[in-house]
């Protein structure tokens, strides 16, 4: 049972737009920045989004992260089908003193 | 650019030891904060234990499913962030990545298999 919920799975066709959410608590999402990460399959973890809404360097603006409260929300728009990957959010726990992930959101591009 | 190369991964014995290494380049080591992250065959990702930054240079954190057997450390001089593992136990099996996930740009390494075995 992962501290920050994710939908287990989302797809969309290409060029389309999807959204993945995810929830958390005043502890970490409410209290501090959200980072996304994108797992393509057997490799390692990139990061898309860091402080809710900054891209890194190299990271197309079709990704996008936004932050309400207690709950973060990752947008992809223009879907391609090498987006098909895990998707992952993390935020520092102040109650926990650690790092916490949710538990991913495979997304499909049909 | 930056780059976190993992070292020290391998097999070993249920209650073995085993430490990992990351030696980091392109950015300012000594004012960074670090991670252990690992992810176990076809399962999400587990934060493993932190090494915090400037001001409270060295304070450490740990996962409560590692606390007491492994420890983290960095040798600033050589840019290199240190996970000592103990008493390894079937289920600390899994990919280990080493990670920059606070500040600029998070960056992580292409991550080291540990398979704990007999």
């Known amino acids: 049972q992962s501290v920050l919920t994710q939908p287990p799975s989302a797809s969309g066709t290409p060029g389309q737009r999807v959204t993945i959410s995810c929830s958390g608590s005043s502890s970490n999402i409410g209290s501090d920045y959200v980072s996304w990460y994108q797992q393509l399959s057997g490799t390692a973890p990139k990061a898309l989004i860091y402080?809710?809404?900054q891209r890194p360097s190299g990271v197309p603006d079709r990704f996008s992260g936004s932050k309400s409260g207690t709950s973060a929300s990752l947008a992809i728009s223009g879907l391609r089908s090498e987006d098909e990957a895990d998707y992952y959010c993390?935020?520092?726990?102040?109650?926990?003193?650690?790092?916490?992930f949710g538990g991913g959101t495979k997304l499909s591009v049909l | 650019e930056v780059q976190l190369l993992e070292s020290g991964g391998g097999l070993v014995q249920p209650g073995g030891s085993l430490r990992l290494s990351c030696v980091a380049s392109g950015f300012t080591f000594s004012s960074q904060g670090m991670n252990w992250v690992r992810q176990a065959p076809g399962m999400g990702l587990e934060w493993v234990s932190g090494?915090?930054?400037?001001?409270?240079?060295?304070?450490?954190y740990y996962a409560d499913s590692v606390k007491g057997r492994f420890t983290i450390s960095r040798d600033i001089s050589k840019a290199t962030l240190y996970l000592q593992m103990n008493s390894l136990r079937a289920d600390d099996t899994a990919v280990y990545y080493c990670?920059?996930?606070?500040?600029?740009?998070?960056?992580w390494g292409q991550g080291i298999l540990v398979t704990v075995s007999s």
């Open positions: 990670a920059k996930m606070s500040g600029d740009a998070p960056a």
């Open positions: 402080r809710n809404n």
């Open positions: 993390a935020v520092w726990d102040a109650s926990l003193s650690g790092w916490v």
């Open positions: 090494i915090s930054n400037y001001p409270s240079l060295g304070s450490t």
